[in-house]
């Protein structure tokens, strides 16, 4: 099975800051690499998919990138509504891995 | 909308089977498939597995494979995840969401989730 490793595994950061998350899979994945975001008592909700691509509706502040082994999302500029756990999923091949996941907490 | 919506909270005791639904609405149910998360008191994600609403086609993760079987009824738009055998570490709650791609794949959207408690 590929394995996915976040990092951080938390981050405490205030309103307005740009924000960064990782992701290392185990093995080369090409762009097969999907991001969600959940909120406490609530289900995943897609933002990015195939490395780059961003989910209808998503706001602009929110970006993905990388490819083979290294990726990262980036929040632009951190709003109220961005405060959540952040997962990374991959899709390159059975089972569908996902990250343990980083929660991004206010400062 | 796309939506899945599925079936309430559920109890059971070790050893018992449980059979959650997910009904979708707002697309053609047998264009996409299915897949079933699993997500454990304060843990991440666990993918369990993925059938096709197209022609019923499985793949389950092997750490429940034995256990856990996925269906569909494409009469009522719904998809089932039954699993059996209970054991305390399968309390959790169990989403489904909506496969998008073919060669990409993506989920979304998501039911709202089940939870289900295993206890004697």
């Known amino acids: 099975d590929i394995q996915m490793t976040q990092s951080p595994s938390s981050l405490s950061a205030s309103v307005g800051d740009r924000v960064t998350i990782t992701c290392r899979a185990s093995q080369s994945i090409s762009n097969y690499l999907n991001w969600y975001q959940q909120k406490p008592g609530k289900a995943p909700k897609l933002l990015i998919y195939?490395?780059?691509s961003l989910q209808t509706g998503v706001p602009s502040r929110f970006s993905g990138s990388g490819s083979g082994t290294d990726f990262s999302l980036t929040i632009s500029s951190l709003q109220p509504e961005d405060f959540a756990t952040y997962y990374c999923?991959?899709?390159?091949?059975?089972?569908?891995?996902f990250g343990q996941g980083t929660k991004v907490e206010i400062k | 909308q796309v939506q899945l919506v599925q079936s309430g909270a559920e109890v059971k005791k070790p050893g018992a089977s449980v059979k959650v639904s997910c009904k979708a609405s707002?697309?053609?149910?047998?264009?996409?498939?299915i897949s079933w998360v699993r997500q454990a008191p304060g843990q991440g994600l666990e993918w369990m597995g993925w059938?096709?609403?197209?022609?019923?086609?499985?793949n389950y993760a092997q750490k429940v494979q034995g256990r856990v079987t996925l269906t569909t009824d494409t009469s009522t738009s719904t998809a089932y995840m039954e699993l059996r055998s209970l054991r305390s570490d399968d309390t959790a709650v169990y989403y489904c969401?909506?496969?998008?791609?073919?060669?990409?794949?993506?989920?979304?959207?998501w039911g709202q989730g089940t939870l289900v408690t295993v206890s004697s």
């Open positions: 059938i096709s609403a197209y022609n019923g086609n499985t």
């Open positions: 195939a490395a780059s």
């Open positions: 999923q991959q899709s390159y091949s059975s089972p569908h891995t």
């Open positions: 969401a909506r496969v998008v791609g073919s060669n990409y794949r993506w989920f979304d959207p």
């Open positions: 707002g697309y053609t149910f047998t264009n996409y498939g």
